[in-house]
């Protein structure tokens, strides 16, 4: 369960916080790892987004949400500027 394609990103989301996963890392990989954690006792994951690693505690107790997101959507959910001139009579 790797990427999509290229057009896509995942963000994994851990007791409320959000984290890029880079294109570097398989989403299934990091799923299994996950799953495992919360099987048994509390345990670091680790996860990266190319520029930036992070180690996340993951315990049975710990909610998670793997979201994959088609690029084009990231973009304008995250660029104000691109609504902005989308709402523009020119």
């Known amino acids: 369960m790797g990427r ?20 570097d ?6 799923m299994s ?6 099987r048994s006792e509390p345990a670091f994951v ?11 505690l993951v315990s049975h107790q710990s909610r998670v949400v793997i979201t994959v997101r088609h690029d084009s959507a990231v973009h304008a959910e995250h660029d104000p500027l691109d ?5 523009w009579d020119l």
């Open 46 to 56: 680790d996860l990266s987004d190319g520029g930036r690693r992070v180690s996340v």
């Open 25 to 30: 890392q398989d989403r299934g990989d990091v």
């Open 83 to 87: 609504a902005s001139i989308a709402d």
């Open 33 to 38: 790892r996950i799953a495992e954690a919360a």
């Open 4 to 23: 999509d394609d290229d057009h896509t990103s995942t963000y994994v989301e851990i007791d409320g916080r959000e984290y890029l996963l880079g294109h």
